[in-house]
């Protein structure tokens, strides 16, 4: 911890003197691009450092000391969190390029694992790229994940003037912001305790006031607000918006909240494993996002079946005319049919119930005549097959409606259980007056059956 004053300023003037001057390097003229990513890549090798034998280790070496591309630049898979490789060389990002202007606020998306924070760390210098060239005017301050820039056995205090200095601001300057940070973080009584003792909400707190109102030309955000209550994440998008908008900086917002995303970010960038796929305005691009994040890994129904009663076995399942996992239901479209085609080594009753969820798995409808009505089925033993026609609203809105399948005996037993095991396109109703309603608009209620 520093003791005394005099301490404390010895290591900001160090910092000032040693680490500051990195900073001003000489830039080609970028315009009002304040953020260039040119050919950005960086690979990792698992399970070990360097190449993990000494003869690879050399070739790297040796291929750095004549001026020549590293070898093993050319080897290395797509960084898929879900698949199992067989290189132990991963590309955390390969080939990422985008400029970002002056005040622009951009949304950055993906899934984990896309490669979202690598990007962040690489832009905020915590690591290099291992290809490719990025170029920077202006200071940034980061926030990338809890406590980040803060020395535990400093005071809150303390870390403010460091983190301050850090980002090249005098001490006047500090001063003259240091009761407006201590007020937005709501540290006040801790303000002269180290920080080790602080919970990570309070750290997270300190740490957003301190890069916000340090006066940053860029400031980067990681989904760091999720450890903060619903009070602080609402000034931290507030002071965002400010920022941004009335101060004329530059955010980059990483966040899988996309209510957030929507409400902050003007441009979006989406990710997927390690690359960029989409670019674009921020409503396209989480519409982007969240229409990658509806497909099935699994082409057919049938595959995502969980549990089957041991004395039946299911042929196949066909949802809206189809034993694929996507379907779409047309504007026009008043009914869909789902059939299930199998075999029971007995006699059972059942019946047949489908829930409709979003996307965050809230239901929004259910299909249910054994719980409405009491309709059950009495099947005996041998092939079967169960074919019911449901009556879609006229008005449907436009959206995804992720499929829950379930056979059983109400109150009794159930016999099939199939979890999401299909995505619904809907279209929406479409009139000649207006466009189609979103399902984040407007939720759907329950749906009946035609009886044939």
């Known amino acids: 911890m520093c003791h005394n004053t005099e301490e404390l300023w010895q290591i900001i003037r160090f910092l000032r003197n040693n680490i500051l001057p990195l900073r001003k390097f000489k830039r080609k003229t970028m315009g009002r691009n304040v953020i260039e ?14 190449t993990g034998t000494l003869s690879h280790d050399l070739n790297r070496w040796w291929a750095r000391v004549r001026g020549k591309e590293d ?48 990007l962040l760390k690489i832009l905020s210098r915590v690591t290099s790229p291992t290809v490719g060239t990025i170029k920077v005017k202006g200071r940034i301050a980061s926030l990338l994940e809890v406590g980040t820039g803060f020395h535990p056995e400093m005071t809150g205090r303390e ?81 965002m918006h400010d920022v941004a908008n009335g101060e004329g900086r530059t955010v980059l917002f990483v966040s899988h909240n996309m209510a957030a995303v929507k409400s902050l970010c003007k441009n979006g960038i989406v990710m997927k494993n390690g690359g960029i796929e989409y670019i674009g305005d921020i409503e396209s691009s ?22 089957v009663k041991p004395t039946l076995q299911i042929e196949n399942i066909y949802i809206n005319g189809t034993d694929n996992a996507e379907s779409v239901i047309k504007s026009d479209q008043l009914s869909m049919e789902v059939c299930i085609k199998g075999t029971s080594l007995e006699a059972f009753t059942t019946d047949l119930m489908l829930v409709f969820n979003n996307k965050e798995g809230m239901p929004l409808a259910t299909f249910a005549p054994g719980h409405y009505y009491g309709n059950i089925m009495k099947l005996p033993a041998g092939d079967f097959t169960i074919r019911k026609t449901i009556e879609l609203p006229k008005i449907l809105s436009r959206g995804f409606l992720h499929v829950d399948l379930m056979m059983h005996h109400p109150m009794v037993e159930y016999q099939v259980k199939a979890p999401g095991c299909a995505v619904l396109e809907v279209q929406g109703f479409q009139s000649g007056f207006g466009s189609a309603i979103n399902q984040s608009d407007n939720g759907l209620l329950g749906f009946d059956e035609i009886e044939k």
């Open 37 to 50: 990513f040119d050919r950005v890549g960086k690979q990792y090798v698992l399970g070990t450092f360097g």
């Open 71 to 118: 070898p093993y630049l050319k080897v290395g898979e797509v960084n898929d969190r879900t698949k199992k490789g067989d290189s132990r060389f991963v590309w955390a990002l390969k080939d990422v390029s985008f400029n970002v202007e002056q005040g622009d606020v951009v949304g950055i998306i993906g899934k984990n694992g896309a490669g979202k924070s690598t």
């Open 159 to 239: 870390n403010i003037y460091m983190n301050g200095s850090i980002m090249g601001m005098t001490k006047a300057e500090i001063n003259r912001k240091l009761d407006e940070i201590v007020d937005f973080a709501g540290v006040e009584k801790y303000l002269d305790t180290p920080v080790k003792r602080y919970s990570s909400g309070m750290i997270v707190r300190l740490g957003f006031a301190i890069a916000a109102h340090l006066e940053p030309e860029i400031l980067v955000v990681d989904e760091v607000l999720a450890v903060g209550d619903a009070e602080f994440q609402k000034k931290a998008i507030g002071k």
């Open 286 to 307: 989480v519409a982007r996002y969240l229409k990658n994040d509806e497909q099935l890994s699994e082409k057919k129904i049938i595959d995502h079946i969980k549990w």
